[in-house]
């Protein structure tokens, strides 16, 4: 039997009790995947990036091993509430404008100790002293580089549009006014340069493609190195006591960890590895995470209709935003419908073998997005579910 035909009868039989939908996660695989990350950050301890991941169960987990510390939030109100069921030093990875989350981290000691907040511009502190309501605590903050690289003189921009900080002197510049203004504390810098970390340069069908993109990868790998090099050497000389300087992703985690100035790198989606991380040439991972959606009709010949299944993924729309039918293989998408609201049609000669009720597996095309579409979790170990646990949807928290 085939290693995908082996998993899906497998998933088949661990779940023939439960009906569709329904996700789980491979235990096997997320490990698997976790000590290939420890392994490629070669002694730098990776910082978990929750949005990836969704789940306190599984941050739980994934923290326990050896090589990985910290976790990487997306909102305050998130840090808030992670430092409350006991996670300790979460860094918020994108500034925030919640004054209630920034009253609650100035009065409270434990939190304000544990929660770092992103910022990169002073409009941004003279906010959160507004929302202080009288908290006395001193807020810890972490600067952004911008890492996008710029080509012909500066027309060309490849990479997210985050930070508008970019040079040493420009970092150094908001590290004084940090270190001179009473209240807060600069402990981190941060970089992530998701067109290297988040770009897959081995891209199916297009070997020209993915020539060009290695080649973009490589001069941005470079350029950034030297500066984010000079950055931290500006920063450190305003703050020498700076305690991190974060970077990479789960693409670029070998790469980013070989620069001396970095002492952490950020990774999440790599436990999952969703179907946008399948095109990389730097490391290969298991699908850990899987949904199912139940079979409800047979048009015709050739043709089988699941229950729902469309849930895109966040970014610029296209097909590489949509979950792939995966299981059993060889079943594609109706052009004229895609995957839809609350009905599917997948055709392929696979799909006569398949009866009503029958489950199909998929895979999204991010990793944590999943999650807000299911309440819970059913975590796989060989031909057994051995725990369901809730998702941040199922605990009630959604925070975007």
């Not at 006395?136 to 003189?153: F, K, N, Q, S, Y």
């Not at 340069?201 to 070997?207: C, E, H, N, R, T």
């Amino acid at each position: 039997m085939i290693p995908r035909a082996a998993d899906r009868a497998r998933y088949d039989r661990a779940t023939a009790h439960l009906d569709a939908p329904l996700a789980i996660v491979d235990l096997e695989a997320f490990d698997t995947n976790a000590a290939d990350l420890v392994r490629r950050a070669g002694g730098k301890p990776i910082r978990v990036a929750s949005k990836s991941v969704r789940c306190r169960a599984l941050l739980e987990r994934v923290l326990a091993m050896d090589g990985f510390a910290g976790i990487m939030s997306f909102t305050l109100d998130e840090s808030i509430w992670l430092v409350r069921a006991g996670f300790g030093d979460v860094l918020l990875a994108y500034p925030s404008a919640d004054r209630a989350g920034f009253a609650e981290l100035a009065g409270d000691a434990k939190l304000a100790a544990a929660v770092t907040l992103m910022v990169d511009d002073p409009a941004q502190l003279d906010l959160i002293d507004r929302s202080r309501a009288g908290g006395g605590e001193e807020i810890r903050v972490c600067l952004e580089l911008d890492t996008a690289l710029r080509l012909l003189g500066g027309r060309l921009r490849v990479g997210a549009r985050r930070s508008p900080l970019r040079e040493p002197a420009q970092l150094a510049s908001l590290a004084r006014e940090i270190a001179r203004r009473p209240g807060f504390r600069l402990v981190g810098l941060m970089a992530y340069e998701g067109h290297v970390a988040g770009v897959g340069d081995a891209v199916a069908g297009s070997p020209v493609r993915s020539r060009m993109i290695r080649l973009m990868q490589s001069a941005a790998r470079r350029e950034l190195a030297q500066r984010r090099s000079a950055v931290v050497a500006a920063v450190r000389a305003e703050v020498p006591d700076l305690e991190f300087v974060n970077g990479g992703g789960t693409g670029s985690v070998q790469h980013t960890a070989a620069e001396g100035a970095v002492t952490e790198i950020a990774a999440g989606s790599g436990l999952y590895v969703p179907r946008l991380f399948d095109n990389y040439t730097s490391f290969n991972g298991s699908p850990a995470a899987l949904f199912a959606q139940p079979v409800v009709r047979r048009p015709g010949v050739g043709v089988v209709t699941v229950l729902g299944g469309g849930y895109p993924a966040s970014g610029a729309a296209g097909q590489d935003r949509l979950p792939v039918p995966y299981l059993p293989e060889g079943l594609r998408y109706d052009p004229m419908e895609g995957p839809g609201e609350v009905q599917t049609p997948l055709l392929g000669a696979v799909a006569d073998d398949l009866l009503i009720g029958d489950k199909v597996w998929f895979r999204h095309a991010k990793a944590g997005e999943l999650c807000e579409r299911f309440d819970e979790l059913r975590l796989v170990e060989g031909e057994r579910v051995v725990a369901s646990v809730p998702t941040y949807r199922g605990e009630g928290r959604t925070f975007l």
